[in-house]
T-cell receptor, first 116, second 111 residues
Framework: GAVVSQHPSRVICKSGTSVKIECRSL??????MFWYRQFPKQSLMLMAT?????????EQGVEKDKFLINHASLTLSTLTVTSAHPEDSSFYIC????????????FGPGTRLLVL | GENVEQHPSTLSVQEGDSAVIKCTYS??????FPWYKQELGKRPQLIID?????GEKKDQRIAVTLNKTAKHFSLHITETQPEDSAVYFC??????????FGAGTRLFVKA
């Protein structure tokens, strides 16, 4: 149980375009979902915490107008990278947790974004 | 702010030896400490966790110890195998707050 899917797994886009990444909890309802960015050989950098039905909470230094997060249902959160630039190229991983404790996180497989 | 320090950043062991990864946390209110394993290009996966009311937990070749007074917790892998090679992340959290991850330890198990 506790499976999280993420789509697409890999995307290549031109500079200036927007890219949407979906994160779904397949067999449980996720009150809270998290979006991380991971650079090569580095740790997980939390970008934002997404709660169903409310606005996402962004970490310091993360542009909310650049990285739009929508958590429309208890099983789906989306991250849209708007007007992507090469420096946005990275590995984006979502995770979901059960309940309000936000303890154990179940990670999606990640999306590798390459902006040309 | 809250911080989790993890050491070493890289660890190389011979197959069959033990591996130990150590973490320290700054927030004394933290009460949940998971460990995640991430293979190259894959998602992090929970391998073991411990809560603050427990000092030690074991699951086959993997064990975690917690010293609340010193705010230390450690991951112990015995009889290492090549498939244990991966990046391991420790983390600390408290109820209702975000999880703070360590920087990760790259473990190499040489056959």
């Amino acid at each position: 149980g506790a499976v999280v899917s993420q789509h697409p797994s890999r995307v290549i886009c031109k500079s200036g375009t927007s890219v949407k990444i979906e994160c779904r909890s397949l067999d449980f309802q996720a009150t809270t979902m998290f979006w991380y960015r991971q650079f090569p050989k580095q740790s997980l950098m939390l970008m934002a915490t997404s709660n169903e039905g409310s606005k996402a909470t962004y970490e310091q230094g993360v542009e909310k107008d650049k990285f739009l997060i929508n958590h429309a249902s208890l099983t789906l959160s989306t991250l849209t990278v708007t007007s992507a630039h090469p420096e946005d190229s990275s590995f984006y991983i979502c995770s979901a947790s059960l309940g309000e404790a936000q303890e154990t996180q179940y990670f999606g497989p990640g999306t590798r974004l390459l902006v040309l | 702010g809250e911080n989790v320090e993890q050491h070493p950043s890289t660890l190389s062991v011979q197959e069959g030896d033990s591996a130990v990864i150590k973490c320290t946390y700054s927030d004394s209110a933290s009460n949940y400490f998971p460990w995640y394993k991430q293979e190259l290009g894959k998602r992090p996966q929970l391998i073991i966790d411990i809560r603050s009311n427990v000092g030690e937990k074991k699951d086959q070749r993997i064990a975690v110890t917690l010293n609340k007074t010193a705010k230390h917790f450690s991951l112990h892998i015995t009889e290492t195998q090549p498939e244990d090679s991966a990046v391991y992340f420790c983390a600390a959290s408290k109820w209702g707050f975000k999880t703070i991850f360590g920087a990760g330890t790259r473990l190499f198990v040489k056959a």
